[in-house]
């Protein structure tokens, strides 16, 4: 009886940190590399991933929530609005489309 207890108390709070904020699994700092619609890329600078904030740039962006639907992460504002949309790849890469092509965002350790 009380496996089973504590099993349903583990999986409750799995459920609930799932719920409650950024998928830890891409919290994390990223080289960003922009590439174009013809394979050709460039380096655009570093990204730090943290549950409340995103710094990329020389700036800081308060995230209020994360959305986690299939294979993509969704930041979103105070207001509810998107701040940013990342597809993320099998291999950890993060990836963000843009008109011109994408920008991938690849991990390294600090």
Do not use: H
């Amino acid at each position: 009886m009380l496996t089973s207890t504590v099993s349903k108390r583990s999986a409750l709070a799995i459920l609930l940190a799932l719920l409650a904020g950024c998928d830890n699994s891409i919290v994390g700092a990223y080289k960003a590399t922009m590439e174009t619609q013809d394979g050709k890329g460039r380096t655009v600078g570093i990204a730090v991933i943290q549950e409340k904030n995103i710094s990329a740039d020389g700036q800081d962006v308060a995230v209020a929530s994360w959305s986690n639907e299939n294979d993509s992460v969704t930041a979103i504002d105070k207001d509810g609005k998107r701040i940013i949309r990342f597809l993320v790849q099998k291999n950890g890469d993060l990836v963000q489309e843009t008109p011109t092509g994408k920008i991938v965002f690849k991990r390294f350790d600090l």
